[in-house]
């Protein structure tokens, strides 16, 4: 590979080295820097409502079983029984009060704890060869919460989630709480295309500029009237803590009128008005802006959109929150939802369901054309002469680093972070100088964790004491592993 | 006759009737046992199918837009992995299509633009229909007819190819001479898709 220092240079610069989006080494620092590390999107509370619903989620290859146990916490149990390491659970969604490995039979409740070896005497003369009490599946290193969104780090050492997203949060609020209760989470739909996962996670952090381009026809047959050029050029790109996005200019009105422009009912309305603080509603009200697509560092994205569901001018919006789940280099899991305030009416769900299936997702007609364009990219990013080219993405910006667009002001702009009008790529290029910090980071030896070991006592793995239970963990999991 | 106890179901399910936009759909269902092969009404529903695949294959989507009922619910469930007894395959209210007439008539509409890149230049597409079973309802002029499908799907030159496979059952309504699609739903045999998009009809 080319010098990794090179390389984080160049795309610190905005001058994209084309073989990152194709380079088995670049994905092996991705794995150990990045992914090991970073905060990941898992799901959402909505998605586990009733004590034991449980659905399994994976972080590059490791599987996390999501359950609410029956004290109605939510937790994430690495799916990987602690006797031989078989998947305790091999379905991805249902209700359960146990899970029981189909190995040996060891079972633990769905909140983790062992409760179940069989023959435990027999085998291992009960406690004084295997302590079962105490023992649970390993917890996700790190996990926490906003707005329900669930989201674990294999680093325990992990900033909390509040500080990671920081000012990203106040646009995180547009897509996931429109009234107190938040949203529900529908699917997700799931398919594997053969492109990089950056390409995806770039385009919705701030790629205006391909809207016009690659959506031509779902402006042509009437499905959304707003992505001509024209207009596309008039909105934003914006970045605050680790996340970013793109609006659009909406035309003159008040915060009412212009939520019910893009399709909300008036009971919706009055949600927002009640949740979002007074800078979030100035950012559509007054400032006239309205949140379209977004990432939040690394690899969760979200849409917010308002087409035409049925032969009249009415538009319905939808959301929905996707991650780019990395398979490898040249391949991705795309984890798509579909998003809808819980409190919304359900005829208003069901057309704003239409809207989602018509735009986005396995069948979107928006996403079909945007994932033909980045199969094409990463195919030819393997190759030798992709090793040549410096890709520019410093569109926004003049040599010396002068935005050709000045970030609006306060006045202009009432959310927190940079917003440009325009055309630009300060979107991907914040989220790439991200990429960089982790990628430069070496990573540390995670901490281990044994089972049964006494400190001082043949077959020792782990030198540190055990605790009550027998079990070690290097790490407190204390108020990171759980959630109420 | 054959001893092959009457599935009530089928490919069928209960996905459209429990799908938020299926309040439109037709409700009929299958009767009693498969029809024999030599019956005409079989004979009948297998070549409309065949003839279907060769619109599908050939992208000839106006006149397959042509074949649906304007009442069509077309849905295709996202399919999940549960344990034996969990009561449900499907992701609870999700498909990867949930159409009516005019939602199927945008996506035709936009592979008529010249901006529909994802199929300019088009996928090579061979829909393999097999398994085909057709049962009476109650209704003379509607039947229900059972398929396999295995869609071959092809792009550039050396891009590994996309199979999917599913099971799909219809509901045909006699208009005329012919017959219309009036409900089709269609059972992924996949929960990840290996496909970059669902492009394509099934």
Redesign the interface.
């Known amino acids: 590979m080319t010098d990794l220092d090179t390389v984080l240079a160049d795309v610190r610069l905005g001058m994209i080295p084309a073989h990152i989006y194709n380079d088995e080494e670049i994905f092996r620092l991705e794995r150990e820097r990045l992914f090991s590390r970073a905060w990941i999107f898992v799901g959402h509370e909505s998605e586990v409502p009733q004590q034991g619903d449980y659905v399994v989620r994976r972080v590059l290859q490791d599987s996390f079983i999501i359950a609410r146990g029956e004290d109605g916490r939510v937790r994430a149990l690495f799916n990987m029984c602690l006797h031989r390491g078989m998947q305790v659970c ?7 009060s146990h899970f029981r490995c189909p190995y040996h039979g060891w079972s633990y409740r769905n909140d983790g704890r062992l409760v179940g070896l069989p023959f435990h005497q027999d085998a291992y003369g009960g406690d004084a060869g295997f302590p079962r009490k105490g023992q649970t599946l390993l917890p996700a290193p790190a996990l926490d919460t906003y707005n329900g969104l669930i989201f674990i780090s294999l680093d325990p050492e992990a900033p909390p989630l509040p500080d990671y997203l920081g000012g990203f949060r106040f646009y995180l609020d547009y897509y996931t709480r429109q009234s107190p209760g938040g949203i529900e989470l ?10 990089n996962w950056k390409i995806g996670a770039e385009n919705f952090a701030g790629d205006m500029y391909h809207t016009p381009q ?1 959506h ?3 402006v ?4 959304f009237r707003e992505p001509k050029a024209a207009k596309r050029k008039d909105g934003t790109t914006y970045w605050a803590g680790n996340g970013g996005g793109t609006t659009y200019k909406l035309p003159p009105a008040t915060l009412e009128e212009r939520l019910r422009y893009v399709g909300y009912p008036d009971e919706l309305i009055a949600s927002m008005k009640q949740t979002w603080s007074p800078a979030q509603q100035d950012l559509i009200g007054r400032d006239g802006f309205m949140f379209s697509a977004a990432t939040a560092f690394p690899n969760l994205s979200m849409v917010h959109n308002w087409p035409k ?3 009249s001018d009415d538009v319905l919006p939808f959301i929905t929150l996707r991650t780019w789940q990395p398979v490898g280099p040249d391949e991705t ?1 795309v984890v798509s939802w ?1 998003a809808v305030d819980a409190s919304a009416p ?1 005829g208003f ?2 057309l704003s ?2 809207a989602y ?2 735009c986005f ?5 928006f ?3 945007d ?3 980045w ?1 094409s990219l990463t ?1 030819t990013a393997g190759g030798s002469m992709a090793r040549r080219l410096l890709l520019n993405s410093r569109m926004g910006i003049l040599e010396d680093g002068t935005p050709v667009s000045p970030a609006l002001t306060p006045d202009q702009w009432s959310g927190p972070g940079e917003s440009h009008v325009g055309y630009a790529e300060f979107g991907q290029r914040n989220l790439l100088a991200r990429w960089a910090d982790y990628l430069e980071r070496p990573a540390s030896a995670p901490p281990r964790t044994s089972l049964g070991a006494r400190s001082g006592g043949k077959g020792e793995v782990n030198g540190t004491s055990p605790n009550e239970g027998g079990v070690t963990h290097d790490q407190t999991m204390t108020g990171k592993a759980a959630t109420a | 006759m054959t001893s092959i106890a009457t599935d009530t179901t089928g490919n069928g399910g209960p996905y459209s009737a429990d799908s938020p936009l299926g309040g439109h759909a037709p409700v009929i269902q299958r009767a009693g046992r498969s029809l024999p092969f030599g019956d005409e009404r079989h004979l009948q529903a297998h070549q409309w199918l065949v003839d279907e695949a060769y619109l599908l294959d050939a992208q000839h989507y106006a006149d397959w837009l042509d074949l649906l009922a304007d009442d069509i619910h077309y849905i295709m469930p996202v399919r999940v992995t549960t344990a034996v007894g969990a009561g449900f395959d499907a992701a609870p209210g999700m498909a990867h299509f949930d159409e009516n007439k005019y939602s199927l008539s945008r996506r035709v509409a936009r592979f008529r633009t010249e901006h529909a890149w994802t199929e300019d230049p088009p996928s090579r597409l061979r829909h393999h229909i097999t398994n085909v079973r057709t049962f009476a309802t109650d209704d003379p002029d509607h039947l229900v007819v059972d398929s396999g499908v295995l869609l071959y799907r092809s792009r550039g030159d050396v891009r590994e190819a996309a199979l999917i496979s599913a099971g799909r059952e219809d509901l045909l309504r006699q208009v005329g001479d012919g017959w219309q699609l009036a409900r089709r739903t269609i059972l992924v045999d996949d929960s990840v898709l290996r496909t970059q998009n669902l492009a394509i009809f099934l």
């Open positions: 091999r379905a991805e969604m249902g209700n359960a529908r699917g997700p739909q799931r398919w594997r295309i053969k492109a690659t031509t026809s779902v042509e047959i009437g499905l569901v049925e032969d899991e579909f359900e769900k069901a369901y239409k299936l018509m997702g396995s069948t979107g007609m996403e079909q054309d994932v033909e364009n199969v195919s």
